[in-house]
């Protein structure tokens, strides 16, 4: 069975998107599309854009469709290139670069065959912990453990 990665896991991601948000945000088109049972999340990455994911609460397929992405994943950083597929893990929180513009797709189950693209993100995402945000807010504070 895999192992479901712990908030303090998290940490320099949090780290990394707080500074992130200090800066000019990117627009990152979503589109969404539906089958029985099935829901898929696409969003195009502009070329030299850093971000950060959201911690899925389920496992979800990963895959890149176009282009270069530099990307966490649980045995280091990679360079992946269009076709590549992986499974998201539940807990699983990432960062990546573009390198050039990237097109990823998510799929999620969805037996309740929802549509709702907010009721979506809030059945599929975990909200950041308390804890890790003021972790990142006050780095002298020591994260809760």
Sequence with gaps: MPQVAKHNDHLPIYALEAELLRHKQVDMPVSHDFCEGLYSR?????????????????????????????????????????GHMSISRKGTKRAGVAVTDCEVTTFHSNPTNEQNTDSLWDMYTEPAPQEMLEAVNHPTLEVIK
């Excluded at 971000?51 to 280091?76: N, P």
């Design 42 to 82: 696409t969003m195009f990455i502009p070329a030299n854009t850093a971000l950060t994911g959201a911690i899925h609460k389920e496992e979800s397929f990963f895959i890149l469709r176009s282009g270069v992405l530099l990307v966490t994943t649980d045995d280091g950083p990679r360079r992946i290139y269009p």
